[in-house]
């Protein structure tokens, strides 16, 4: 085998315990069948916030000579697996740092793997997922994506099912004994090994052609040389902004040009107009000033610049009027305001309608903590309906 | 208190009798700073002690701000050039170390900030004592960095420093270097002159559009990934090496202005028929000059070559000028524990700047004068003999020597 | 000193400025509250302004070259700095315009920095720019109560007991942090007679945020305001109950809102009800059991958070400003 390169793309902070925890363990269970590895971070991305994307990496060889050899670019120019631990960074994967946007099989190499722990079905993941230049297969761990925060773990077996799933696409990184054998290790629950098997009996594989897949070019940037840099560090300010869509009335801000929000929501905002009471707080309490307001006062959520953290829909005093749904229920980020205006009253409250209820099939979402004991009694719940 | 006789509104060159701060403070009135911050630490204060009678007496029309400490006495100017304010400041040793963070970022912004360091040795022990190191800390940084000898070349050191940093193919700040009792402390008769005529060699300090101000709305700063630093650097760089000909520009209008015409990197002594010469930088030239003079007295031929600029480095100055001779002994008033040869701070960089030569001379290493103990004439011609004899007998084993210092 | 711009109080939500000079395009945690007090700050202190942002989130996380989230003109400033550089920039601008070297307008200099560059680093330079009355300037100072930007770090106000990187829960110390949150406001007030505004605001009372930015700018001279503003990341709570959390944090006593102008002190918003007995206050432990940061609490911890706080309304002289007994010893 030679080397093994695992890339572990995930929701920073959210989902940075568990990365790490499946970094660690494919290298112990590498370990059971004589090779060696290492696990690391990419600085880029550090320090993590909350639910921007995020990589981790393990590498592993039969050899120190070997590994040394992988290790000498330090983000590999290529990987066996990627693994995707939230299926709404199958859009793609926009660091904090300027990195642009990199699709998310963009490192998996000609018949490597990538793996997405989804609910979702293999057809919505590959039209969302950029086309790469060779077929590489596709592998659906079924669940919830599993979230929590940066002190409290979510313990609900994501990290050894992925292990488990991670032996099945990748005979040659490890055996799903040797992963049985380091989560007994490891974790010291037989349940948890009870939970990597059956991952690993689970696991869906569809083999993606190179022509499947988003055809969109993901958003990239020019490198400007130095003569070309203005001197003193310095940057143009961002430029005043002005009515509704260049119009007298309402306002929409000028944005950053450069730094979009493709990648960093897991949820959208989906407003009602015809409900919304125009109250303003959803536009005065978003941290990252989202909403363009519309001549007749109505609030747009500008989806370019929504980071999705829910905060409208909580400060929200009609009910239903914002709802956070699921960004995997989107293909576009065109103005919900303008899809209200061009469908009408009926058939906007259809579409409202009916990402609301698919909403619903997602369950209920936690992005971190909520309150003390919040964790234990929902895994229970789980456990019980296992059962 | 003596009172200082009135400055801002004479047109006409006079002699006055003052010491290098002084003078520093003269060059303050005379290029109309703006702001300039305060912070006391030996010896360079008594340039702030000068500045903030010349504001009291109302000579110098500047905000004068004493601040809580070196490191927010350089944030302040750094801040005040961003807007578009010829600035100036300073420190000695360790207080020069505390600004430290704000020093580096002053020269990555490309803000010209000109500085006196009166230098002094760094703690611990806390002496008061002239030494290089405070200064030449920031020899990597982006900062012009230059010694003056008399309080005459402070005063017109000065001047230039803030047209060549201001102007905007540099954009670099500026450190004086003035050694700390023996120039800081000692007064001169300096010629200073009008004020029309300062007007005339510096232009107003316009930073176009890098300023800061809702006219010119921009973002200084922001921070940085790996694909982008590099390149950011290499601007620094290249505005250092550009530096090096607008410094002689500067200095060729100078005498034209002002009537003293220099070299502007290099001050030679005594070189013409010399076949061995030691180099230093700062005061040592007053012992050195003397003792050249009684040796050659005795036959000997011998010169001194004192470096004026080491920020940007002279290099091929001085590699026209040291190829000319047997043996270069160097003196640094400096130290840098566990260099190469264990020499000081300007004798590796000699030694760098040499090396690409095919006819290179003997260099040997000197420490001396550190915590401002006194480079006397006999401990030159000391220096002096031992270069030579090292050149003399070939020995390579002890390249660097340690001058007065009790065994 | 120079005039000062003309900035009216913004009567109810319905008249906030539309206007941003902080916009979308910064790269902030999903509900951070400090990107949200910045932009709330930079809409009250509008277009002619300058800011200074010292090293922290709101730096790393705001702003990536060769991009800006910044409209007005913004520069960086070091970590301990906001202090020297709003005093340096304002005194740049005093002079160029008394020399009439460029045009005489009033500008505001908000220099902006977090706890760690403002109650740790950074105090001895804001104490100074407090004194130095020739000069208008505001120190705005967001709280989110650890050295959030370099990975959760313990910070001079980070509260008691609570899980950072440096103050890690673990077998045989529980509570890594045992110091108390400083009391910086309360602090700059007493200690800078001649400051004629001192306030703390929060995130979740955005109206009250905003007045108090054109309180600061339109009194003149230095002016500080401290905002607390909860952190989804270093608190750990999901995101969408960012105002909520700020709501509890004074709801609850811990965070108190008050302003102190020309040395008259001024409790604020709920604040004000829970001192004059109008409202209860609710139990920290509503306000603590909502983030992962106290997970590891037992219920004696969440006693002994609810006694200081319990102490400091009942004995201090003036609630969350003055912690000293209400009895003098003469």
């Not at chain 2, 060549?164 to 120039?183: K, M, N, Q, T, Y």
Request: proline share 5%; glycine share 8%; hydrophobic share 40%.
């Amino acid at each position: 085998m030679a080397t093994v390169a695992v890339e572990v793309v995930y929701r920073g902070v959210f989902q940075k315990s568990l990365a790490k925890e499946i970094c660690r363990g494919i290298v112990f269970a590498a370990r059971k069948e004589g090779r060696i590895g290492t696990a690391f971070g990419r600085y880029g991305d550090s320090p993590e916030r909350n639910g921007i994307p995020a990589k981790q990496y393990a590498v592993v060889a039969d050899g120190e000579e070997e590994l040394e050899a992988s290790l000498s670019q330090y983000e590999p120019a290529e990987v066996d697996v990627t693994i995707a631990l939230d299926d709404t960074l199958c859009k793609g994967v926009e660091s904090w740092a300027w990195y642009g946007l990199q699709p998310v099989n963009k490192l998996v190499k000609e018949n490597g793997t990538l793996i997405v722990t989804s609910v979702q079905s293999p057809e919505d993941l590959v039209r969302s997922i950029h086309r790469n230049g060779v077929p590489y297969n596709l592998a659906i761990l079924r669940g919830q994506p599993s979230f929590s925060g940066l002190w409290v773990y979510r313990d609900d077996h994501t990290d050894v099912r992925v292990l488990g799933a991670l032996s099945k696409s990748c005979p040659q990184l490890f055996s799903l004994a040797s992963v049985e054998e380091t989560v007994k290790e490891q974790w010291r629950s037989d349940l948890k090994v009870a939970s990597a098997r059956r991952a690993y009996e689970r696991l869906m594989t569809r083999l993606v052609e190179p022509g499947e897949g988003n055809p969109e070019e993901a958003y990239s940037y020019h490198l400007l040389p130095w003569q070309e840099m203005r001197e003193g560090v310095v940057v143009p300010a961002v430029p005043k902004g002005n009515g509704f869509r260049g119009g007298d009335k309402g306002f929409e801000p000028a944005r950053n040009p450069h730094f979009k929000k493709f990648a960093t929501r897991s949820m959208r905002p989906v407003v009602n107009f015809d409900t919304c009471a125009k109250c303003s707080l959803c536009w005065l309490h978003c941290p990252d000033g989202c909403f363009d307001i519309t001549p007749e006062g109505l609030y747009d959520a500008n989806i370019n610049a929504c980071c999705g953290c829910g905060i409208c829909e909580e400060v929200c005093p009609v009910k239903g009027a914002i709802t956070m749904v699921n960004e995997a229920l989107f293909t576009e980020n065109g103005s919900q305001y303008e899809l209200w205006k061009a469908q009408g009253k009926e058939g906007y409250q259809t579409w409202v309608g009916e990402k609301v209820t698919a909403q619903k099939g997602f369950g209920q979402w936690s992005h971190g903590y909520h309150h003390k004991g919040q964790y234990e009694t929902e895994l229970a719940l789980a456990s019980k309906e296992a059962q | 208190m003596t009172t200082l006789p009135a400055l801002g509104g004479i047109q006409v060159e006079r002699d006055e009798l003052i010491s290098g701060s002084e003078a520093i403070a003269r060059a303050c009135v005379l290029a109309d700073v703006d702001v300039i911050t305060a912070y006391p630490i030996r010896p360079y204060d008594t340039v702030m002690q000068y500045v903030a009678r010349l504001i009291a007496n109302g000579e110098l029309d500047c905000e004068f701000i004493v601040a809580d400490s070196e490191h927010s006495q350089f944030e302040m100017v750094k801040h005040a050039s961003a807007v578009g304010a010829r600035v100036f400041v300073g420190s000695s040793g360790v207080g020069w170390f505390y600004a430290f963070e704000a020093i580096t970022v002053t020269a990555g912004l490309r803000l010209p900030v000109v500085a006196m360091v009166g230098n002094r040795a760094l703690d611990d022990p806390g002496a008061f004592g002239v030494e290089h190191n405070d200064a030449l800390a920031v020899r990597d940084l982006g900062w012009l960095l230059t010694w003056v000898d008399t309080a005459q070349e402070a005063l017109d050191t000065a001047l230039i420093a803030w047209r060549v940093a201001e102007d905007p193919r540099v954009f670099l700040p500026c450190a004086i270097s003035a050694d700390g009792a023996f120039l800081t402390h000692s007064q001169q008769i300096v010629k200073v002159p009008g004020k029309k005529l300062v007007q005339q060699f510096i232009p107003p300090y316009n930073r176009g559009n890098l300023v800061l101000h809702p006219d010119n709305p921009i973002t200084i700063a922001p921070q940085v990934n790996e694909d982008w630093l590099m390149e950011i650097r290499k601007q620094t760089d290249e505005a250092m090496r550009r530096a090096k000909g607008v410094l002689a520009e500067a200095y060729q209008e100078f005498g034209d202005i002002f009537g003293r015409r220099r070299d502007p990197f290099i001050e030679e002594y005594e070189t013409d028929d010399a076949e061995l010469v030691l180099v230093g930088m700062g005061t040592l030239a007053m012992p050195v000059k003397v003792a050249v003079r009684k040796l050659r007295e005795q036959g000997q031929k011998v010169g001194f070559i004192r470096v004026k600029w080491f920020r940007p480095f002279p290099t091929q100055e001085l590699q026209q000028s040291l190829s000319r001779f047997k043996a270069v002994g160097v003196v640094d008033r400096d130290f840098s524990m566990g260099s190469p040869s264990y020499g000081g701070v300007l004798f590796n960089e000699i030694r760098s700047a040499l090396y690409p030569l095919p006819q290179r001379p003997a260099v040997v290493g000197f420490i001396a004068g550190l915590g401002g103990r006194e480079i006397r004439v006999p401990d030159v011609s000391n220096m002096i003999d031992m270069t030579r004899k090292t050149v003399e007998e070939g020995r390579t084993d002890q390249q660097t020597h340690w001058i007065g210092v009790r065994e | 000193m120079t005039t000062l711009q003309s900035l009216s109080q913004i009567r109810g939500v319905k008249n906030v400025p539309w206007d941003e000079y902080y916009t979308s395009g910064h790269r902030t945690c999903q509900g951070c509250e400090s990107a949200l007090a910045l932009r709330l700050m930079a809409k009250a202190a509008g277009p002619r302004t300058i800011v200074l942002g010292s090293t922290g989130c709101m730096y790393v996380a705001n702003t990536t070259y060769y991009t800006t989230p910044w409209v007005v003109p913004w520069m960086h400033t070091q970590l301990g700095s906001a202090g020297s550089a709003a005093t340096g920039t304002a005194a740049g601008l005093k002079a160029l315009m008394r020399k009439e070297k460029i045009k005489e307008e009033p500008i505001n200099v908000i220099a902006v920095c977090g706890d760690g560059g403002g109650a740790d680093m950074g105090l001895s330079a804001i104490s100074a720019a407090l004194t130095q009355t020739e000069y208008n300037l505001l120190i705005f100072l967001y709280d989110n109560e650890s050295y959030a930007n370099t990975d959760i770090q313990v910070s001079g106000t980070s509260p008691w007991g609570a899980n950072t990187t440096f103050s890690p829960p673990g077998r045989v110390h529980r509570i890594m942090n045992r110091r108390w949150k400083k009391n910086v406001a309360g602090m700059l007030a007493t200690g800078h007679p001649e400051c004629r505004y001192v306030a703390t605001t929060c995130t979740s009372y955005p109206l009250d945020l905003q007045n108090k930015v054109r309180k600061a700018l339109t009194t003149g001279g230095p002016t500080f305001i401290h905002t607390l503003d909860p952190c989804p990341k270093g608190w750990d709570y999901d995101p969408r109950y960012s105002h909520e959390l700020g709501e509890l944090a004074v709801e609850t006593g811990m965070w108190v809102l008050y302003e102190v102008q020309d040395s008259k002190l001024t409790l604020n918003g709920p604040s004000k009800a829970l001192a004059n007995g109008t409202k209860q206050r609710k139990p920290v432990e509503e306000y603590l059991m909502r983030q992962g940061r106290f997970a590891h609490f037992t219920p004696e911890d969440t006693s002994y958070v609810q006694r200081k706080i319990d102490d400091m309304w009942t004995k201090w002289w003036v609630p969350g400003v003055i912690p000293f007994q209400n009895e003098v010893v003469t």
